[in-house]
């Protein structure tokens, strides 16, 4: 069964950090694009960063400077590394794949995760 697990969410404040995992089981992650996405109380989810097959990445606007996305295709884990979070960054945070390169469509992605909750309160 192909199925992507997150970790890492918590509360913390605002400034702090997190580093959020997404590990695959059931299939090899080298092959995928994979997607995180977030989704805040009464938004719409949100595209937050990607990472393709061969490590090209992108970000959102309100993230480009603060979060980082890199993966281990040894460990079958893509992370999240969030810095100088905002409360604007409160969200459920999922992640997803595609085959090989990312896409700006959230239709264009498979297999989610449950999320993972992050909150920047003080």
């Known amino acids: 069964q192909l199925q992507l697990v997150e970790s890492g969410g918590g509360l913390v404040q605002p400034g702090g950090s997190l580093r959020l995992s997404c590990t695959a089981s059931?299939?090899?992650?080298?092959?995928?694009?994979i997607g995180w996405f977030r989704q805040a109380p009464g938004k719409e989810r949100e595209g937050v960063s990607c990472?393709?097959?061969?490590?090209?990445?992108n970000y959102t606007d309100s993230v480009k400077g603060r979060f980082t996305i890199s993966r281990d295709d040894a460990k079958n884990t893509v992370y999240l590394q969030m810095n100088s979070l905002k409360p604007d960054d409160t969200a459920v945070y999922y992640c997803?794949?595609?085959?090989?390169?990312?896409?700006?469509?959230?239709?264009?992605?498979?297999?989610w995760g449950q999320g993972t909750q992050v909150t920047i309160s003080s």
């Open positions: 997803a794949r595609r085959n090989y390169i990312c896409s700006g469509y959230d239709g264009d992605f498979e297999s």
């Open positions: 059931g299939f090899s992650l080298h092959y995928s694009a």
């Open positions: 990472i393709s097959r061969t490590r090209s990445t």
